[in-house]
């Protein structure tokens, strides 16, 4: 049974480029989540998938960040035109649909993205 | 949203020491997560615990839904066991609102 898988692993870009990430989920979770975590801070949540659906995003999600899951499976998140403060580590999370303990959520490996 | 405080904020142990990690949040949740953060960015799930007691072995939580509050033990630590402590709440599935964790260092 594998786990949350994303690639790159580390992104180097330089401002204004834009970049893509990709997160395949744990094969059975119908859920996947993407988080965005700075240095010394906790993750803060971005968005969220269930199946192809995207249900809720988080005002930190600004208009140059748009995310996937077209078949369900994996997901993409992109940014447009980064900035440098978009540095972060970005988290993929999935999880099975509400109900008791499959409420816990299984992260990634993360992609580290800086963006000079 | 949900408000959730973690203390203490940073933690220097002796190797072999006992530990407790609290973390308190603001509103109701079922979703409670405990994860260790390792070195490289990986988080690794503790415990899933949105009311009662676990154990597993030198590790367990306890959470107090009513009082709005979770505790990590950390018994007979190691070096290891160093990194960084997050609690997440949530609730239905839905996105998890993380503490600000507590870094431990656990000295030999």
């Known amino acids: 049974d594998t786990g949350v898988s994303q690639d790159p692993r580390h992104k180097i870009t330089k401002r204004g480029q834009n970049v893509t990430f990709r997160c395949d989920p744990i094969?059975?979770?119908?859920?996947l989540y993407w988080y965005r975590q700075t240095l010394g801070q906790g993750p803060e949540f971005l968005t969220y998938?269930?199946?192809?659906?995207?249900?809720?995003k988080s005002r930190l999600l600004s208009n140059r960040f748009s995310a996937e899951r077209p078949k369900g499976s994996f997901s993409t998140l992109e940014i447009q035109r980064t900035e440098q403060g978009d540095s972060a580590m970005y988290l993929c999370?999935?999880?099975?649909?509400?109900?008791?303990?499959?409420?816990?959520?299984?992260f990634g490996p993360g992609t580290r993205l800086t963006v000079l | 949203g949900i408000q959730v405080e973690q203390s203490p904020p940073d933690l220097i142990l002796q190797e072999g020491a006992n530990s407790t990690l609290r973390c308190n949040f603001s509103?109701?949740?079922?979703?409670l997560q405990w994860f260790h953060q390792n070195p490289w960015g990986q988080l690794i799930n503790l415990f899933y615990?949105?009311?009662g007691t676990k154990q597993n072995g030198r590790l367990s939580a306890t959470t107090v839904a009513t009082e709005r509050y979770s505790l990590l033990y950390i018994s007979s630590s190691q070096t290891t066991d160093s990194g960084v402590y997050f609690c997440?709440?949530?609730?239905?599935?839905?996105?998890?609102?993380f503490g600000g964790g507590t870094r431990l260092m656990v000295k030999p």
């Open positions: 999370a999935s999880s099975l649909s509400p109900g008791g303990s499959y409420n816990e959520q299984f």
């Open positions: 094969s059975e979770h119908n859920r």
């Open positions: 998938f269930q199946n192809e659906a995207q249900l809720e």
């Open positions: 509103d109701s949740v079922n979703n």
């Open positions: 615990i949105p009311s």
């Open positions: 997440a709440v949530g609730n239905a599935g839905n996105m998890l609102t």
